[in-house]
């Protein structure tokens, strides 16, 4: 029971409330459906400016270095243990130079020598030469001497030790003078010492692992010192010392004695290391409220090493609380402005793919600053002399609403704005001003680009921001006191820049964002404006009555359009290429016969409505297939909305058959949809108005008039008004620019009589409008009971 009254509660928060219809699906499925995936995309954002955002959100101390007269005072906010770095290096380095070198002692330089003398004497002591073979054992006992020993002999040292017999003692006397010298070690050269072994080293057995300490003056040997010993044949036993055998006894200790102690520098900074790693820390206690630094007081080194360790705990302490609150407040603002902006604002009706492109530019545009923030601490002064802080006027944050108000519409991009620029200032540190410099730029900015029908206009947008950049930032300095600060000409100057880099940034990325999000910003209406486009150009050669009528219709539009604040240039693009489905079959279209045989005439009026339907569906595949945008795509599709084909209707309820098959209505009106927005209703509008305008025989401006007034009020009464945004009002501004136009276009010219054999020259009179016009305009148009030029009054126009 309180399980589910805890679900029912979640779900029915106002942020989190789910559709009726998806309360009994899987989480999964509920996944799928796109108002979960807009709040998985606002989770998506909230974790992303976390990530941005925390690491400026932490304790903001000011960086001091030493000597630095101090701005503000601090206090401890914690209780701080603050390490004594100076005395901690101090204790390590003392113990670092406790540790003695360490030297490797090898006993097999010993050994080795053992083993070899006594080997040879005693084999060749064994096997004296006998007999006549006598000198080639000779010549092997001497190659025996040479392998074992790798000792040379003279001719006369080899006869020494023959008459000897090769009597082991002789190498044991060789043993005896260097086994004492090689025990206590040898070192090549005590002048190459560790520099630290005056204060003794450490001698390790490499086999057995032992070490031993040996201190100034050294228990051990360098090479030359040990032969000096040897030479002085101290040890040699009385038998043999003066004698011919002491100079080979000599020689073979030589030849024995080398180095057997080395220098082991990997264990030696091995034991300095756990030496150091082994020292605690020096700390000194810092209260909870204790002044660490006072305002005007000098930093000293002692301040630094308190502000440090405040700053480590702080984010120590508070960094997981920090990223939760950041992430929470981050979540809350998106969504509230979402549920805010869409339920309360009219124009605010994003779709997915709406939201991914606010969320992918927003989440751009704080990256980006947060990277150039990073370039400039690392670069500033670099160039010019300039300093990081008049960089930052540089950034192009303008560039980002300027986008949205391209792309979408003012209401979203005063939204984007608000957000970019409260992100943009918790990135800065909380600055207000820097809230206020981003917002201000950015609505003037996204003001300047909301009718972008030049190229121009983005230059004078971006100039007009970088002039408001100036002002702002001329205004905060003289309220902050100092108006004329050092760097106030590099800010000046990079804030000027940063506005008008913005307006280049828009010209080069609008391109890039048409072709990911499939939009039709204003920039590229105006290419599409261009009439050497390659569709307008097969339009005038296929189907020049087409190109003809929808150039008009385009004029007409786009006077509509200014008259009630709609976009002109999507209305007078739209206008060109509305009746492009009719390259297909341009022959079918009556303006493009030029007064040969009608192809209607010979089927029947199912096929003929069939035929004329299909232009638009023709229309819309070709804009797809020549990406003009799903804008244009759209008004082509809704420029007939669900209208009825008049003239093959009424012909067709004149073959009816009533026993064989009743005429549908619904199977002559177009598929729709209707008109969806202001330029799609005025299209519909022009379209029909200036085909009807073809049939009038002398179209003076009150037949003009009443024209007008007639197709606008059957439009309206058949509902192909009610789901865009005209309103009365703006229908009889629409009325009046076509009227203007078409005067403009259809100007009074001289009746010339038609002269005739027969009669009298006589003037051309124009018959029943409704009767003139079904020879050339496709639909009959609607009369009501009340007359239309009186019901027209109903819709506001006079």
């Known amino acids: 029971m309180i399980k589910a009254s805890i679900k029912k509660f979640i779900l029915d928060l106002p942020f989190l409330k789910t559709p009726n219809d998806l309360r009994d699906r899987s989480w999964l499925e509920r996944i799928k459906t796109p108002s979960y995936q807009k709040w ?74 053992e083993y070899r003398i006594r080997t040879i004497f005693g084999s060749l002591a064994a096997s004296p030469p006998t007999g006549e073979k006598g000198n080639d054992q000779n010549a092997m006992r001497r190659k025996e001497w040479d392998s074992t020993l790798r000792l040379p002999l003279t001719q006369r040292e080899w006869q020494v030790l023959e008459k000897e017999r090769f009597n082991p003692a002789i190498g044991e006397a060789a043993l005896r003078l260097v086994a004492p ?61 003066g004698k011919e055998l002491s100079p080979v006894v000599l020689k073979m200790a030589e030849h024995f004695l080398r180095p057997n102690l080395t220098f082991n520098k990997d264990e030696t900074e091995g034991q300095k290391t756990k030496a150091r790693e ?38 120590r302490t508070h960094l997981l609380a920090i990223l939760i609150g950041m992430g929470l407040l981050t979540f809350l603002i998106l969504a509230s402005l979402y549920q805010f902006s869409t339920q309360n604002i009219r124009k605010i009706a994003l779709s997915q793919k709406d939201i991914l492109f606010f969320s992918t530019t927003l989440v751009g545009i704080i990256a980006f600053l947060k990277l150039f923030q990073l370039s400039t601490d690392v670069l500033g002064g670099e160039f010019f002399s300039i300093p990081s802080s008049s960089y930052l006027y540089l950034f192009p944050i303008a560039t980002s609403a300027m986008l949205v108000r391209i792309v979408l519409n003012s209401e979203v991009a005063i939204v984007f704005t608000l957000l970019a620029s409260y992100f943009s200032a918790a990135l800065m540190g909380n ?140 209305a007078r693009v739209s206008a060109y290429y509305h009746d492009i489905g009719k390259l297909k079959k341009p022959l079918y279209f009556i303006e493009n016969v030029g007064g040969g045989e009608n192809k209607h005439d010979h089927l029947t009026p199912t096929m003929s409505s069939l035929i004329l339907v299909s232009h638009v569906k023709d229309g819309v595949e070709m804009a797809r297939e020549n990406r003009l945008g799903e804008r244009i795509g759209h008004i082509i599709q809704q420029h007939h909305g669900t209208s009825l084909i008049s003239y093959f209707y009424q012909k067709a309820k004149e073959k009816e058959n009533p026993e064989m098959e009743l ?55 058949d509902g192909q008004l009610e789901e865009c945004e005209l309103t009365l009002k703006d229908l009889q501004k629409i009325q009046e620019s076509f009227n203007r136009i078409l005067t403009a276009i259809f100007h009074h010219r001289i009746d010339y009589p038609i002269p005739t054999s027969s009669e009298s020259p006589k003037k051309r009179n124009d018959e029943d409008l409704d009767s003139k016009s079904t020879k050339t305009y496709p639909f009959k148009l609607k009369k009501n009971k009340k007359g239309g030029p009186k019901d027209i009054d109903r819709i506001g126009a006079s």
């Open 181 to 241: 010298i090689l025990k206590k070690g040898v070192v090549n050269d005590k002048d190459l010492l560790d520099p630290d072994a005056d204060r003794g080293i450490v001698i390790r057995n490499i086999q057995t692992r032992e070490e031993r300490k040996s201190f100034p003056p050294f228990g051990f040997f360098d090479f030359k010192e040990a032969k000096a010993k040897v030479r002085s044949q101290a040890d040699l036993p009385s038998p043999i010392k």
């Open 278 to 315: 082994k020292v605690t820390s020096v700390y000194f206690q810092v209260k909870r409220g204790e002044m660490i630094l006072r305002a005007g007081e000098r930093v000293q080194e002692e301040h630094l090493l308190k502000i440090k360790s405040l700053r480590k705990a702080q984010e």
């Open 431 to 570: 600055q207000l001003f820097y809230f206020i410099f981003t917002f201000v730029g950015s609505v003037i900015g996204a003001h300047k680009v909301a009718r972008c029908e030049q190229r121009s206009i983005l230059i004078k947008a971006g100039i007009t921001v970088g002039g408001i950049n100036i002002l702002m930032i001329l205004s905060y300095n003289l309220i902050s006191g100092n108006p004329f600060k050092m760097t106030l000409l590099s800010d000046l100057m990079m804030g000027f820049l940063g506005g008008v880099l913005a307006s280049v940034l828009v010209l080069g990325i609008a391109p890039i964002i048409e072709s990911l999000f499939g939009y039709t910003t204003d920039i590229k209406l105006l290419e599409l404006a261009n009439m050497d486009h390659p569709i307008l150009k097969d339009l005038i050669l296929q189907a020049p009555g087409t190109y003809h009528h929808s150039i008009i219709v385009g004029s007409l539009v786009e006077a509509a359009a200014k008259s009630i604040s709609a976009n002109p240039l999507l």
């Open 663 to 717: 005429i549908n209505e619904n199977d002559f009106r177009y598929p729709g949809p209707k008109p969806q927005t202001k330029e799609a209703g005025i299209v519909m509008l022009a379209d029909s108005v200036e085909a009807a305008s073809r049939a009038l025989a002398e179209p003076t401006p009150s037949r003009i008039k009443g024209l007008v007034q007639r197709i606008t009020n059957n439009i309206f009464l």
């Open 40 to 113: 998985f995309i606002g989770i998506g954002i909230a974790i992303i400016f976390t990530l941005l955002l925390s690491p400026s959100l932490t304790l903001h101390l000011k960086e001091y270095k030493v000597g630095d007269i101090a701005t503000k005072e601090i206090k401890s906010t914690q209780d701080l243990l603050v390490e004594d770095e100076k005395s901690t290096q101090e204790k390590k380095a003392e113990a670092e130079r406790s540790v003695l070198s360490v030297y490797d002692y090898d006993p097999m330089v010993l050994s080795d020598a």
